[in-house]
């Protein structure tokens, strides 16, 4: 089956632009979560939809939001886009079954801010 | 800060040694888990440990789990080159299931 995609794979913004992410996750996976990536500061989690509604959600300002919608696909938004927002952007879609939730994960977005 | 933090932060081994890598984390879990990642690449699940299991295998992985320390070990018997790659162990606590990240452990196997 098809796996996590992620689009687009490579994305160069301005600071002050507004950028969004899309994610299709694999069939049958009702759950979405997004992480940001950077060097420094690891895996950071961002925010997870299960059933298009946000289920948990990390320590982002509010220029970072998201979405799932009824066939599961989820989009996310930063907007105002700032220096320190240059990460690559994994999704990763899940069963999230209770005490068993497995990730899998899509290539990611590397997102570039000038 | 993190839920999970690796150690080391960095591993270089020979080809056929054994690589072993620590987890501690700070609150109760359902489970814990170990991912892998290629260069630039997403993350893939390696294998999971749930809050009553002591010990897991999967091919040449070994995983053991101690509660009362709160820590997990990964153990890659055998490594071979395409092992090279980093390691992180992610924690999923709580009713809604969240999975919590460390930073990661990178390996490099050399021929």
């Known amino acids: 089956k098809a796996g996590v995609t992620q689009t687009p794979r490579y994305l160069i913004k301005t600071r002050g632009q507004q950028v969004t992410l899309s994610c299709s996750p694999i069939s049958g996976h009702r759950s979405v979560s997004w992480y940001q990536q950077t060097p420094g500061q690891g895996l950071q989690f961002l925010f997870e939809?299960?059933?298009?509604?946000?289920?948990n959600k990390g320590n982002f300002p509010g220029r970072f939001s998201g979405r799932q919608f009824s066939n599961s696909r989820s989009e996310m938004n930063v907007s105002t886009l700032e220096l320190g927002d240059s990460a690559l952007y994994l999704c990763a879609s899940s069963l999230s079954g209770p005490g068993a939730n497995v990730l899998t994960f899509g290539a990611g977005s590397r997102l570039t801010v000038l | 800060s993190q839920q999970g933090e690796e150690d080391p932060q960095a591993l270089s081994i020979q080809e056929g040694e054994n690589a072993t890598m620590n987890c501690s984390y700070k609150?109760?879990?359902?489970?814990l888990q170990w991912y892998r990642q290629n260069s630039g690449r997403g993350l893939v699940h390696l294998i999971l440990i749930r809050s009553n299991e002591r010990e897991k295998h999967s091919g040449r992985l070994r995983v053991t789990l101690d509660t009362s320390k709160k820590s997990s070990s990964l153990l890659i018997t055998a490594s071979r080159a395409a092992d090279t790659a980093s390691y992180f162990c992610a924690t999923e606590t709580g009713a809604n299931s969240k999975l919590t990240f460390g930073k990661g452990i990178t390996l490099s196997v050399r021929p």
């Open positions: 609150t109760s879990i359902n489970n």
């Open positions: 939809y299960f059933s298009e509604t946000q289920r």
